[in-house]
């Protein structure tokens, strides 16, 4: 395997951010191809303006396509896009003689375009065509009017039909080609775990050793992220061959992610275990041939890890790591071998994530919630506001100051500060979240400004070649745009300079203007989002950590069923409770984990959520069969697990800003329990009870950092 190309493909989970980055380029060069043979044939005295207004709408369209799942749906509401696109431009042109009211109209769509949001991404993307051409029928006044309205209409047609035509042939939705290239970013994610892994087994330095455990957790992150949006993939028409089974195949890759996973986890702690030289070989061994995704090699080590186990504490991880080994090479054959057919049989299959735009959601559906629901605040309850109500007010207040400051400023060049309020509001969906994107476009703007000025310089006047950097730019910053924001802003900053440049309008003052009225526009966003209606972050990490520790609930209840022999689908709970920690993760993210004042306690907040999913993992394997108890010991395992229940319901109460009670420990019980089974240690079912056990743990710090009273459970008085 190339090493670059499996980085690639590690970095961009089915090459989603490749193919939309070309297909941003291809379908632009197409749209202002086409828009210029218009030009030639009607002999336009001003080629530039169809030329922008073809690469704007295919700009928009191509952005639009992805959030629309089947050919037909992106055909249909592409179709669409003419009516709010030149709605706004008659608008605009209609008012811009009267430029109170031309800039007010800009207000009034842009905060209704935010309200059109409750409408779903065809609500979302007609406000944002609405607000383009509302632009561009005042910024145009004067280059065109009213009266050309027909041939900016057939200008508009052209590129939207342009737009169309390559969404439904060159970037048709193939779906299983998108799963093929998902299973190759998935394998190549288990690669990067595996490699990490194997390095922190080399006994590296202190220092050194802090930064590859924290890459292997953005790694293990990101190996559940490709492997989340696979799952979503198969259940899309035309996936998967004719017969196949999406049930099996999502078994399969959630077994070889389950073992890799976990066999990394085990590594880390091996690698500081006493461990025999024979072993700690066996160790670097499967890891290697887990990296090279080798079944025979892993399947081979793994039996004998298990053939090796060291006495102590390092026996039950070093039986787990054996484990892992031979899981990895079972879930390898099983991939290998087909993707199932009408032999096997069926298993019953429901993703647990749903994608936006080809990507997990991250925050925006506990956002969503965290917006909706009522708050406590000075004990009088406050209504919740739906996510397109509050960022329409939130809109409305911060359109108009960056346009009254902008507009105060440069009577010209307001836009760039209306523009630079509107997007920090696209795709952010909480105050954390629009701060992070003011910011970054303030950055990305002074970027784009050094670079387009170097370029400006370099380049001169050479129409293909500002072309050539203009695409590429694009290219770049759209490939770059999920790792940051920044990049994308940057890129479009190098654009307009080239632009400036051919229109004969180019001066540093005015790149300078740029970043000052960008400047505005963002200042006006996050001053806004902190002041009027704000959905805080914390409060979004709280609802994130609520639904966390419900689907948590549910794995806790499986296991328990599953232990019982009364049957459960674990791995559907498993993978709701990733969804979960994906999200909440995505939440934290934004800026760290503000229920906690502390840097230290959000780091220790952070590791305990991460241990308990971790543990609630070991379940799936652990708890394979039914345990063989007497009625005594049912009903022990089943007031354990309740203890369990009813102290996890107890933080969700607590999150929920209501009185609660303590977090009563169920630890004990769970340990009494094992150790009177007669099976050895690292028996499933042991090693199952300890699962539990460690959950309890993990979550028993999480309550005693949100302030719940901690009590262990007095066996004796119960």
């Not at 380029?25 to 086409?34: P, R």
Request: aromatic letters at 6%; glycine letters at 10%; charged letters at 15%.
């Amino acid at each position: 395997m190339n090493p670059l190309i499996d980085r690639l493909r590690a970095y961009d989970p089915g090459g989603i951010r490749a193919r939309l980055a070309a297909q941003l380029v291809v379908t632009m060069t197409a749209a202002m191809a086409a828009e210029w043979l218009l030009v030639q044939a009607r002999r336009d005295p001003v080629p530039v303006v169809p030329l922008m207004l073809g690469a704007v709408v295919a700009l928009c369209g191509v952005f639009a396509a992805p959030m629309f799942d089947t050919p037909r749906q992106q055909a249909l509401n592409l179709a669409l896009i003419p009516i709010p696109v030149l709605g706004g431009i008659t608008l605009g042109l209609a008012l811009a003689p009267y430029p109170f009211w031309g800039l007010g109209a800009v207000i009034v769509v842009l905060t209704g375009g935010a309200y059109l949001r409750r409408f779903g991404p065809r609500g979302f993307f007609g406000g944002a065509f609405a607000f383009n051409g509302t632009f561009f029928g005042l910024f145009l006044y004067g280059v065109i009017t009213l009266a050309s309205l027909g041939w900016v209409t057939v200008e508009v047609l052209l590129a939207v039909a342009v737009t169309i035509a390559l969404q439904l042939t060159v970037f048709r939705i193939r779906n299983d080609r998108t799963l093929a290239r998902l299973r190759r970013s998935f394998g190549a994610r288990s690669r990067a775990v595996a490699a990490v892994a194997l390095a922190l087994t080399e006994a590296p330095a202190p220092r050194r050793r802090a930064r590859l455990v924290r890459l292997l957790r953005r790694r293990t992150l990101a190996f559940n992220e490709a492997a989340l949006m696979a799952d979503a993939y198969l259940e899309r028409p035309g996936a998967l061959p004719a017969g196949a089974s999406p049930g099996i195949v999502h078994q399969r890759l959630f077994d070889l992610e389950l073992a890799v996973t976990n066999l990394a986890r085990f590594a880390v702690t091996l690698a500081d275990a006493d461990l025999s030289p024979a072993l700690r070989e066996l160790v670097r061994e499967g890891l290697a041939a887990v990296g090279e995704l080798d079944a025979a090699r892993a399947d081979a080590a793994g039996r004998l890890v298990l053939e090796e186990l060291p006495d102590g504490p390092a026996r039950i991880v070093a039986h787990r790591f054996g484990g892992c080994l031979r899981a990895v090479a079972e879930a390898l054959h099983g991939l290998r071998g087909g993707l199932g057919g009408d032999e096997q049989p069926e298993v019953e299959f429901v993703a647990a994530a749903e994608l936006a735009g080809g990507f997990l959601p991250g925050s925006a559906g506990v956002s969503q919630t965290a917006s909706e629901e009522p708050q406590i605040a000075r004990r009088i309850g406050r209504s919740g506001l739906p996510p397109n109500v509050r960022i329409a007010g939130q809109m409305a207040v911060a359109a108009t100051a960056a346009l009254v400051l902008g507009y105060t400023v440069d009577h010209r060049r307001w836009y760039w500060a209306v523009i630079a309020a509107f997007v920090t509001f696209m795709g952010a969906h909480n105050a954390g979240e629009q701060l992070r994107k003011g910011s970054l476009r303030v950055v990305g703007t002074v970027a784009g400004v050094l670079v387009g000025a170097l370029l400006a310089h370099a380049i001169g006047p050479h129409v293909y070649a500002a072309l050539a950097v203009i695409l590429a730019a694009l290219f770049l910053g759209l490939y770059l745009m999920r790792s940051s924001y920044a990049w994308f802003v940057m890129a479009v900053t190098i654009a307009v300079s080239q632009l400036y440049v051919e229109l004969g309008e180019y001066s540093e003052d005015l790149l300078l203007l740029r970043l000052g009225e960008t400047a505005i526009g963002a200042g006006a966003a996050l001053l806004t989002v902190l002041v009027v209606v704000p959905l805080r972050t914390g409060r979004v990490v709280r609802v994130a950590t609520r639904e966390y520790l419900t689907m948590l609930d549910g794995v806790v209840a499986s296991a328990q069923r599953q232990l019982l022999g009364t049957g459960s689908d674990l791995r559907a709970a498993e993978r709701r409770l990733d969804a979960a920690y994906q999200a909440l993760m995505a939440t934290m993210s934004v800026l760290g984990v503000p229920l906690l004042p502390a840097p230290s306690e959000r780091i220790l907040f952070s590791n305990s959520i991460s241990a308990s999913r971790n543990y609630a993992r070991n379940l799936l394997t652990d708890a394979a069969g039914a345990v063989p108890l007497d009625a005594g010991q049912a009903e022990e395992l089943r007031l354990a697990v309740g203890t369990l229940q009813a102290s996890i319901e107890e933080i969700v109460t607590r999150l929920r800003g209501r009185e609660c009670g303590p977090y009563v420990r169920s630890a004990s019980r769970f340990d009494t329990l094992g150790a009177g089974l007669d099976l050895p240690g690292t028996a499933p079912p042991v090693l199952a009870l300890r699962d539990l056990q460690l959950i309890d743990g993990s979550l028993a710090v999480i309550a005693e950092q949100l302030g719940l009273t901690v009590t262990a459970l007095d066996r004796a008085g119960t």
